[in-house]
């Protein structure tokens, strides 16, 4: 069973929108990284955060640590969003383990 | 500056046979990370570097695979007797310190090899 999990797996929005993706891991992690992938497979990191928020931009990324939460909003939704947005937890051996990732599109 | 660059970025192979993955990391970082993706599913670990000393290597799936770093930059993913269920992207990432030096840093991404077995 994957640790970390997310939701929902495929999302779809108009142009302007405000975007949640949840994700939800099992067991107590040192940190949780938010990570966007485009097609053709590279992999940007958006956000590591342990508690707390952090904001960047259209972005922001909250984590519950009680909940073993976290949920990434995108705020004025634009197509050039459309990407794979990934969490993955940070355990204690400094290996990420990551969730299957949430399929955004966009359209204008 | 120089991201963290892997090669090749596509690699066709024949089921059996012996491949090579390079991964240049970004000048100075001390830890290095080997994932793999297969089609539609997030990266899972394989193994991790600090320096050049194999800090954990719990991800790699069997003894066919094996990496190294011997100088303590560029690693080598090595797959022996290569079989249809190794095609995925390897994806190869580094941070400044890792866990040794404190850890919790950002971890930076190459663009991944695409392995393909026949």
């Known amino acids: 069973k994957n640790e970390v999990e997310q939701s929902p797996q495929n999302l779809t929005a108009q142009e302007g929108e405000f975007i949640t993706i949840n994700c939800s891991y099992s067991v107590g992690i040192s940190a949780l990284h938010w990570l966007q992938q485009h097609p053709g497979g590279g992999i940007v990191s958006l956000f590591m955060?342990?508690?707390g928020k952090k904001k960047h931009g259209r972005l922001i990324a909250t984590i519950n640590i009680q909940e073993k939460h976290s949920s990434l909003h995108i705020t004025a939704s634009h197509p050039r969003d459309s990407a794979v947005y990934i969490c993955a937890a940070r355990y204690n051996t400094d290996k990420l383990i990551f969730g299957t990732g949430t399929r955004l599109q966009v359209f204008p | 500056g120089a991201g963290v660059s892997q090669t090749p970025s596509n690699k066709v192979t024949e089921k059996g046979k012996y491949v090579e993955l390079r991964c240049d990391p970004i000048s100075g970082h001390t830890a290095l990370y080997w994932y793999r993706q297969s089609l539609g599913q997030g990266p899972e670990f394989l193994i991790y570097?600090?320096?050049?000393?194999?800090?954990?290597d719990s991800g790699l799936p069997n003894d066919r695979f094996f990496a190294v770093r011997p100088e303590g930059s560029v690693s080598t993913l090595k797959i022996q007797r290569t079989e249809r269920g190794d095609s995925a992207v390897y994806l190869c990432a580094s941070s400044p310190k890792g866990l040794a030096g404190g850890g919790g840093n950002e971890q930076f991404f190459g663009p991944g090899t695409r392995l393909t077995v026949l």
């Open positions: 955060l342990s508690s």
């Open positions: 570097f600090q320096g050049t000393g194999a800090a954990d």
